[in-house]
């Protein structure tokens, strides 16, 4: 990771479900280089996980506030995330539903 590592968890709200968000998701982390996860949560919304160079943290949440063109994105809560999942993985992948977000 870069000189300028950022860590974020958001909750995505809308029509996110069923609708490719998650792979869509996948896709531009990859392309932009970030690490993390994406999954369902049993309430309807998304839940993101990503760290990396700040600048591509911020261009990956810029891009889930409008999402794939079959969903519609009502809100993004951004939170900051524990420090202790930036060490946890490398790559960006897809997680199975939950019932609730991660704890922070």
Do not use: K
Not at 24 to 29: H, K, R
Not at 46 to 53: I, K, P, Q, T
Not at 72 to 81: I, N, Q
């Amino acid at each position: 990771m870069s000189a300028s590592p950022a860590v974020r968890r958001l909750l995505v709200s809308g029509l996110v479900q069923g609708v490719g968000y998650r792979h869509a998701t996948t896709v531009v982390a990859a392309r932009l280089a970030v690490h993390g996860w994406v999954r369902n949560l049993a309430d309807g919304r998304v839940e993101v996980a990503v760290w990396g160079e700040a600048e591509a943290v911020a261009r990956l949440i810029a891009w889930t506030r409008q999402g794939p063109p079959a969903g519609r994105v009502d809100g993004v809560l951004v939170e900051e995330g524990p420090a202790a999942w930036s060490g946890a993985a490398t790559g960006f992948v897809q997680r199975p539903t939950a019932a609730g977000p991660e704890p922070l």
